[in-house]
């Protein structure tokens, strides 16, 4: 097998500041991670090497929770082409794939990475890739490597390229800071899009990714805004009379549905058109209706409502009409979050007196309790649909943890410093 040429841009260009860094502990494995060396990468030019390449890598294949990176210590040889491959070696201690590659120095700051990826037992290439870069696109580039290998081995897309935004609050009393970040899917290159005295909730990415929507208790009024990721530029899209929550993207962009108690008071679902902020009332029922989200097809809007005498999940035309129940399991059902394919709803169940994520079948109307915590939330799928990001708490802090669909694998992101809430996971990234 030959090697493809990948060209890599600029990524997004946010300015950043002094954050709070997000720690990432693996709590919970999977007991059958494949045995798998990332070999450190050659390189040839002046200098050092711009960045470690390979580290980055075997990071985002161990997040996976489906890889098991050996350790260099452990390595009976550092290959950096196929041809200085020696199969047996690796066959020793039982590592089933072996990437090797090499970075070579082209230009100034401009650098060529050749990577590939082997079967150990078959002694056979499985991809091969050259890929051109810049120093400060080296990160970017190591996580493109990382999603290539990821669904070469598994046939599901990587998100290693993926985003995350979520809030950050500390202090205490008057000192009290809430800020609206976002980062790589491995909690570096964090950026702070939005920083307030006042509480930050509900960040909901669009579509392309490129911009996100939230609520911000500006001039003590909850208020839904829209910001470009790139550029900072927001704009205010809904400030009505009481309460403003809760947005939610359609699939095409073009509008947000969203929690508003406009006119009676009533909290109820409707749907606003971006471009123009004319909304649509959707429910009319005298109960709360909130948190709403959208069918992957656009034509239906999933939300939590109270009708029932408790939260339970319901789903509504997008053009409105009856609601149907949808959750029949625990008396506590609520933040439903569609998966990618529709077919899944990742919900905040109580099971037991505890607020745990569970992922309810739409078809077969059977609820799987992912997490064992007591005050967990705002659960968020990943976009290959493989794991869910969400909120918890613990000694006092809240923290946000990553569960894969089966509950077999599990890691806490934590930051040094506050409290880290309210996760949403971005779309694949466009390019």
């Not at 029922?285 to 909130?290: G, L, R, V």
């Amino acid at each position: 097998m030959g090697l493809r040429l990948i060209f890599l841009g600029l990524g997004f260009c946010l300015s950043q500041a002094a954050l709070a860094e997000l720690r990432i502990e693996i709590t919970k494995g999977q007991g059958e991670a494949v045995p798998i060396a990332v070999v450190p990468f050659g390189y040839q030019g002046s200098g050092e090497e711009p960045y470690d390449l390979a580290e980055v890598v075997a990071a985002d294949l161990a997040r996976t929770g489906r890889f098991a990176p050996v350790p260099e210590s452990d390595m009976l040889q550092k290959p950096t082409t196929g041809a200085e491959i020696d199969f047996g070696d690796w066959r020793i201690i039982d590592t089933e794939v072996v990437i090797v590659g090499r970075v070579t120095e082209s230009f100034s700051n401009d650098f060529l990475i050749e990577f590939r990826v082997f079967d150990v037992f078959r002694a056979e290439q499985l991809l091969g890739f050259r890929l051109k870069s810049n120093q400060a696109n080296m990160r970017r580039t190591a996580h493109r490597i990382s999603d290539m290998i990821y669904e070469e081995l598994t046939g599901i897309k990587g998100i290693a390229s993926t985003r995350i935004a979520y809030v950050n609050v500390t202090g205490k009393g008057k000192a009290e800071k809430f800020r609206l970040i976002v980062a790589d899917a491995d909690g570096e290159n964090a950026s702070t899009m939005m920083e307030s005295k006042q509480p930050i909730m509900s960040p909901a990415w669009s579509p392309d990714g490129r911009k996100l929507a939230y609520v911000s208790f500006e001039n003590n009024q909850s208020q839904v805004w829209v910001q470009i990721v790139r550029t900072g530029a927001r704009t205010r899209v809904s400030a009505r009379k009481g309460v403003n929550s809760a947005p939610a993207w359609s699939p095409d962009g073009r509008l947000l549905a969203l929690t508003l108690s406009k006119g009676d008071g009533n909290l109820d679902i409707y749907t606003l058109r971006v471009a123009t902020k004319r909304v649509k009332k959707l429910t009319t029922w005298p109960s709360i209706e909130t948190e709403p989200n959208w069918s992957t097809d656009g034509k239906q809007i999933y939300f939590t409502s109270d009708r029932s005498g408790g939260p339970q999940i319901y789903r509504i035309s997008a053009d409105g009409g009856r609601a149907d129940r949808i959750t029949f399991e625990g008396p506590y059902n609520a933040r439903p979050r569609l998966s990618p394919d529709g077919k899944q709803i990742g919900v905040v169940h109580n099971d037991r007196g505890n607020y745990r994520i569970a992922v309810v079948d739409i078809e077969r109307a059977y609820t799987r309790v992912l997490t064992d915590g007591s005050l967990d939330e705002s659960p968020s799928f990943a976009p290959n649909g493989e794991v869910l990001i969400f909120a918890s708490r613990s000694g006092g802090r809240g923290y946000l943890t990553v569960v894969s669909v089966d509950g077999r694998f599990e890691q806490r992101i934590a930051a040094t410093e506050g409290d880290v809430r309210e996760p949403a996971w971005s779309p694949f990234p466009l390019n």
